[in-house]
């Protein structure tokens, strides 16, 4: 008996084994989904300022049996002016939070935002003007586990 070839032979049955395993369960994982409502959580950080972080995914809160669960962005330019983002979140019951920002990186990832995305915002602003909040921070992730937006 050669027991080079079978040695050869079972470390092939082997690792045809383990990769066909491997191949089944990646599959539990295909097909994932993932919601996120919008959200909107805000408190007061002195007397004089608040602090709100918001978010959500595009596709959930267009998919939301409520009319008022929205999550969204805009971008505006006017000429002579600077590039500024605008990001408004409403999760359906009485939390609205908004916040902009001219900065131009923000402005930018603001604009890579799709009909799936999921997006996260942290904000700053005075307490009793109209003045809004300034947006200190976003996080954008486009994952096939989320919502397509439906018309």
């Known amino acids: 008996m050669n ?3 079978t040695r050869k032979k079972t470390f092939q049955f082997t690792v045809a084994m383990v ?3 491997l191949f089944l369960s990646a599959g539990g994982h295909a097909g994932e989904k993932d919601s996120y409502l919008p959200y909107v959580i805000q408190w007061n950080t ?5 602090f709100v972080e918001m978010g959500g995914q595009l596709g959930d809160a ?18 002579g002016g600077t590039p500024s983002a605008y990001c408004y979140v409403h999760d ?3 939390g609205i939070g908004s916040c902009s920002s001219a900065d131009p990186q923000f402005v930018q990832i603001v ?14 602003g005075p307490i009793g003007t109209a003045q809004g909040a300034t947006c200190n ?3 954008v992730s486009n994952s096939s586990s989320y919502t397509p937006k439906q018309p």
């Open 137 to 139: 921070a976003i996080y």
């Open 46 to 50: 002195s007397s004089t300022t608040y």
């Open 92 to 94: 359906g019951s009485t």
């Open 111 to 124: 604009s890579s935002l799709k009909g799936d995305s999921f997006i996260q915002l942290t904000a700053t």
């Open 62 to 79: 267009r998919a939301a049996s409520g009319a008022w669960n929205y999550v969204g962005c805009n971008v505006g330019y006017q000429v």
């Open 19 to 21: 990769a066909g395993f």
């Open 3 to 5: 027991l080079s070839f």
